[in-house]
């Protein structure tokens, strides 16, 4: 098993920061928040399984899975501490990550993170798993950013571009079955949000307050050590709406690691 991830910086000069994806992303949508956060700290960001060039790792656990892959990635990488950060999705599999090894993870930044509270928009994920053509990428894509935020053609491109490589329809439409786990498409699996409490390393979430695909209110609640920040009018797609948001949230988190 081996999964591909972009490197940026020095791998072993420092702990590095580890960037997870949302559904149907790679690496790539890391881009500009890894060659920001690159001047401070080496960063690694990954194609979870079933996604991009680690296509052909098939997530046959759902989220669970996926942070058993990345931590044993890591192990082969000879990288046992390491700040991490995932969207969406990617923030269900770093929450797991911390709950599993939490010795290994010195600080936790989530975006709108998968699995803290039930509803979902599974409807428009569908539509953005299965979109074809440049009007249904488009489409899907402004349903899943806030109203301020425009798409770009090449956004659109570079997505519809990942959705071509052969297999890759297939492997999204089984992630998202692990996700769904109502007929109807509005629930989604959860996690022992709760247990997030006894996290020693800083915690920090960040959600849009105009998020269509996982309501703002998940984050309401949460375990007192975690630190919560909303920005108004924001959608789900925070790393393309908000970069310069992600990359401040995620250096807050690393000021406050010991």
């Not at 509270?117 to 349903?143: P, T, V």
Request: with cysteine; proline share 5%.
């Amino acid at each position: 098993m081996s999964l591909h991830a972009e490197l940026y910086g020095e791998l072993h000069r420092a702990a590095p920061i580890v960037l997870l994806h949302g559904f149907g992303g790679t690496a790539a949508a890391w881009t500009a928040v890894a060659k920001a956060l690159a001047a401070e700290l080496p960063v690694i960001a990954y194609d979870l399984p079933g996604h991009g060039r680690s296509l052909s790792v098939e997530p046959a656990g759902g989220a669970g899975w996926m942070a058993k892959a990345i931590v044993a990635d890591l192990h082969q990488r000879d990288v046992e501490k390491f700040h991490l950060a995932g969207h969406s999705m990617g923030g269900a599999v770093a929450a797991l990550i911390a709950l599993r090894t939490p010795e290994q993870v010195a600080s936790l930044t989530l975006f709108a993170p998968g699995g803290f509270g039930r509803g979902i928009n599974g409807e428009a994920l569908r539509c953005y798993a299965s979109a074809g053509n440049r009007e249904e990428m488009r489409a899907a894509l402004l349903m899943m950013s806030g109203r301020q935020h425009p798409v770009s053609d090449a956004e659109v491109e570079s997505t519809l571009e990942r959705r071509r490589l052969s297999g890759a329809r297939e492997a999204l439409k089984r992630i998202l079955g692990t996700i769904l786990v109502d007929a109807g498409g509005r629930e989604q699996g959860t996690l022992s949000v709760e247990d997030l409490g006894r996290l020693a390393m800083p915690v920090r979430v960040l959600w849009g307050e105009g998020d269509n695909i996982l309501p703002v209110t998940q984050a309401d609640g949460l375990p007192s050590n975690v630190a919560v920040h909303r920005l108004p009018e924001a959608g789900h797609m925070l790393i393309d709406e908000c970069p310069e948001a992600v990359v401040r949230v995620i250096r807050l988190g690393i000021s406050q690691a010991v």
